[in-house]
């Protein structure tokens, strides 16, 4: 009886973990007007973390997140970051602390998100694939 107790009580624990780890598709975007067509991995990353933060044409790179609690956010992290959204928020704070740098905006949703690219040429974001995209707004490569 214990036995069973306890079994059921691991697999409750690890029910919630199973169940965040699926994985949501992104699609990278940027404004029509930008001439960029793809972006390496480490090219996207470094944008995101503002160590990149102008364009080929010397425009200002504008970032937008996802919020912290988005499935497609966590796939965004650990595929261009290749770390946890809490690792790359603790970072943001260490910046911010030290007076380095703040993070991206964050827009609670992928229409937040294409609106913010739509309004600003130089912004950058993501959404998740599938989503209609709509006038003002291109999808752009991720490269390895």
Known sequence: ???RIRWALLTLALLPA???AQEVSYTLVVHTSN??????RDQVSRIFLRKATLWGNS???LPVDQAPDAAVRRT????????TIASVQTWWQQQTFAGIGVAPPERGSDVGVLD??????GAIGYVRAGVALGAGVKAIDVTP
């Open 1 to 3: 009886m214990l036995r």
């Open 18 to 20: 199973a169940a965040g």
């Open 35 to 40: 001439p960029v067509k793809s972006l390496t």
């Open 59 to 61: 425009k200002p790179v």
């Open 76 to 83: 965004f992290t650990k595929r261009i970051h290749q770390r």
């Open 116 to 121: 913010y690219v739509r309004k600003y040429p």
